[in-house]
Structure formats: C-alpha cells, structure tokens
C-alpha cells in the first residue's frame, strides 16, 4: 500500500500563492509518475498538473500553465504543487496520486490511471 497525505491549504486573496505538499509512505514512490486533481463542490475531480519518476517531465492543464508548478524530491518521498496567482474558480479541494502502473504518462490526465490517493486539502480563494 502507498499512503499519501496532503498538506499546505488554506484560505488566500485572489492573486496569492499557496504550496501543497504530499507526502508518500508505504511502497514504491520512486519510478511512478505523481499526479494533482482537485475537485470544487458539484462538479467531477480534475486533473491539474502531473510529474514523470524523475521529475524532468511534467503537464498542465490550460488553466494553470504559467500559475501552478510541480516538482518532486524522491529523497523525501514528497511531491510540491506551487500555486502562483490564484483564481476564485481555483478553489477546490486538491488531492495528489500515484500512477497506476510504472507506465502512467504524465500526459494521461484520467483519474483512473491513478491508483492511489491522499485524503485531500481544502483551498479557498477568495476575491
């Protein structure tokens, strides 16, 4: 089992920054692609942004690029999502995940090819 526990929400102005933090334990980490989806009340879980194993790949969606970054520390089994200039519509609670299978590309932005997830973390912008 891979345990992942996300962290760093909050509520924040319209043009703030956040950072979440996921912190993985349990079994593999290394090798596997990570992911961030986020899901706002009434509406499905989407994805926002995933990192390749060794975090020299990574992919957005449109409405974060240039606002949110990813990156990983496989050290500290730990993957980051900085969040720059926050959107109301940004709101949402995030959750990050590890691929499914060592094969997960990081350009799959389907839940399912995500097999494991945190608990999630709660961000409110408010304008």
């Known amino acids: 089992q891979v345990q992942l526990v996300e962290s760093g929400g909050g509520l924040v102005q319209a043009g703030g920054s956040l950072r979440l933090s996921c912190a993985a334990s349990?079994?593999?980490?290394?090798?596997?692609?990570m992911g961030w989806f986020r899901q706002a009340p009434g509406k499905e879980r989407e994805f926002v942004a995933a990192?390749?194993?060794?975090?020299?790949?990574?992919y957005y969606i449109d409405s974060v690029k240039g606002r949110f970054t990813i990156s990983r520390d496989n050290a500290k089994n730990m993957v980051y999502l900085q969040m720059n200039s926050l959107k109301p519509e940004d709101t949402a609670v995030y959750y990050c995940?590890?691929?499914?299978?060592?094969?997960?590309?990081?350009?799959?932005?389907?839940?399912?090819?995500?097999?494991?997830w945190g608990q999630g973390t709660q961000v409110t912008v408010s304008s």
């Open positions: 349990g079994r593999t980490f290394g090798g596997y692609a």
């Open positions: 995940a590890r691929g499914r299978t060592m094969s997960t590309v990081v350009g799959d932005t389907r839940p399912g090819e995500y097999a494991y």
């Open positions: 990192i390749n194993w060794s975090g020299g790949l990574t």
